[in-house]
């Protein structure tokens, strides 16, 4: 054989060589950009108050629904589903549904998947983070918009409670904070999260929760209790861990969470009042000076 066949063999191979990787990395990548999750899924969360104090409370412990608007409604549960669906182009739809009371309001809007997140307008939505940045110690950026930021720090993998009969669901607990950029004081809490390891998909919060879908249907956040999984997609895979004894430490957290965002959220609300009558106020003095004095 001569010299230049070989060398054409050789080039040959390590061509096929270069296109292997290439296909293989290809492949890799866009797995981890699909975050592993089935191309249609739903999860859906129960939020209510939780407070150890409610035993000796006569009033039914209520959650609080903060709207955009600025008005507000204090129902005992609020139910709400997050869900995706992957077209046959490849596009994604996210849905999320919000039902409390006689209120009731849905909204789909269009998707997109890349490094483990799904955004929604630029946006990522709280509801799926990238499980590969669930390490412990490890600090993540949850949330961002313009004048809002939520990240956590990662501490621990444990079993949370449900709404699934006796069962408990294993996952990664973040501590969150809020960081604002203006003076709204709406987003007060330190949200508790808890997201399943494999697919990176919320299983559990406590404390607040807000998120980009939520805002599109006018809503700011959802304050107070925990939001407990009450059902998901099978297809999730998520492990679910037969109660034999009670987590009482676990349980805990989240009540000591909610004890101390009350205290927080009960000041900003009596705040919030002491502003709207001192603009009373400074509105009825206004008037005063612009009515005419009278002559006794």
Same mark, same amino acid.
């Given at each position: 054989?001569?010299?230049?066949?070989?060398?054409?063999?050789?080039?040959?191979?390590?061509?096929?060589?270069?296109?292997?990787?290439?296909?293989?990395?290809?492949?890799?990548?866009?797995?981890?950009?699909?975050?592993?999750?089935? !191309?249609?899924?739903? &999860?859906?969360?129960?939020?209510?108050?939780?407070?150890? =104090?409610?035993? !000796?409370?006569? +009033?039914?412990?209520?959650?609080?629904?903060?709207?955009?608007?600025?008005?507000?409604?204090?129902?005992?549960?609020?139910?709400?589903?997050?869900?995706?669906?992957?077209? =046959? +182009?490849?596009?994604?739809?996210?849905?999320?549904?919000?039902?409390?009371?006689?209120?009731?309001?849905?909204?789909?809007?269009?998707?997109?998947?890349?490094?483990?997140?799904?955004?929604?307008?630029?946006?990522?939505?709280?509801?799926?983070?990238?499980?590969?940045?669930?390490?412990?110690?490890?600090?993540?950026?949850?949330?961002?918009? +313009?004048?809002?930021?939520?990240?956590?720090? &990662?501490?621990?993998? &444990?079993?949370?409670?449900?709404?699934?009969?006796?069962?408990?669901?294993?996952?990664?607990?973040?501590?969150?904070?809020?960081?604002?950029?203006?003076?709204?004081?709406?987003?007060?809490?330190?949200?508790?999260?808890?997201?399943?390891? +494999?697919?990176?998909?919320?299983?559990?919060?406590?404390?607040?929760?807000?998120?980009?879908?939520?805002?599109?249907?006018? &809503?700011?956040?959802?304050?107070?209790?925990?939001?407990?999984?009450?059902?998901? !997609?099978?297809?999730?895979?998520?492990?679910?861990?037969?109660?034999?004894?009670?987590?009482?430490?676990?349980?805990?957290?989240?009540?000591?969470?909610?004890?101390?965002?009350?205290?927080?959220?009960?000041?900003?609300?009596?705040?919030?009042?002491?502003?709207?009558?001192?603009?009373?106020?400074?509105?009825?003095?206004?008037?005063?000076?612009?009515?005419?004095?009278?002559?006794?």
């Amino acid at each position: 054989m001569s010299t230049n066949s070989k060398k054409n063999n050789l080039a040959v191979l390590f061509f096929s060589l270069l296109c292997t990787l290439a296909l293989f990395f290809s492949t890799s990548v866009t797995g981890v950009d699909r975050n592993s999750l089935p !191309s249609t899924f739903h &999860v859906t969360f129960q939020g209510y108050m939780q407070s150890p =104090l409610s035993a !000796s409370n006569t +009033e039914t412990p209520e959650i609080w629904v903060e709207f955009l608007n600025g008005t507000n409604c204090t129902p005992e549960t609020a139910l709400f589903t997050f869900s995706m669906k992957e077209s =046959l +182009e490849g596009n994604y739809v996210a849905q999320v549904t919000l039902t409390f009371d006689d209120y009731y309001n849905e909204i789909s809007l269009p998707a997109t998947i890349s490094n483990g997140r799904v955004f929604i307008d630029s946006t990522p939505t709280t509801f799926i983070v990238d499980p590969s940045s669930l390490i412990e110690n490890n600090t993540i950026q949850i949330c961002q918009t +313009e004048n809002l930021s939520l990240s956590g720090t &990662v501490i621990h993998e &444990v079993q949370q409670p449900t709404l699934i009969e006796n069962y408990q669901v294993v996952s990664k607990t973040v501590l969150c904070s809020y960081q604002q950029t203006d003076d709204s004081g709406l987003f007060i809490g330190h949200p508790v999260l808890w997201f399943d390891p +494999e697919t990176g998909v919320l299983v559990r919060a406590a404390s607040q929760f807000s998120d980009v879908l939520l805002n599109k249907l006018g &809503v700011a956040f959802i304050f107070g209790g925990v939001f407990d999984l009450v059902d998901y !997609s099978e297809n999730l895979n998520f492990t679910l861990v037969r109660i034999t004894t009670p987590h009482w430490k676990l349980a805990l957290i989240p009540i000591f969470v909610v004890l101390f965002a009350s205290v927080v959220f009960s000041a900003y609300k009596s705040s919030k009042k002491k502003k709207q009558d001192k603009r009373k106020t400074y509105s009825n003095k206004s008037k005063n000076k612009l009515l005419p004095h009278t002559k006794r």
